[in-house]
């Protein structure tokens, strides 16, 4: 069975955060903590968390898994893709 998409009410808050991961290093863990250190600090931003891990970004812990770390090393058109 498929996993669900978290709704995201700051849709914006998307390209920024895939912007962020590309420019910073790789966190041991991401969370609400995290999202406020990098500027994510809207309560609403937190739904970046559930809807990375979904994307397979993220494990069930909030860990980057190798699809964020293939994301963040690839170029423009390898993004896309990934």
Do not use: W
Request: charged share 20%; aromatic share 8%; hydrophobic share 40%.
């Amino acid at each position: 069975m498929p996993t669900a998409v978290p709704a995201i009410i700051a849709s914006a808050s998307i390209p920024r955060f895939l912007d962020a991961i590309r420019k910073s290093g790789v966190p041991t863990k991401v969370d609400g903590n995290y999202l406020k250190i990098i500027g994510f600090k809207n309560s609403n931003d937190a739904a970046l968390v559930s809807l990375f891990k979904s994307l397979g970004f993220l494990d069930s812990s909030g860990t980057p898994t190798n699809t964020l770390r293939d994301y963040r090393g690839a170029d423009a058109k390898e993004a896309k893709i990934i």
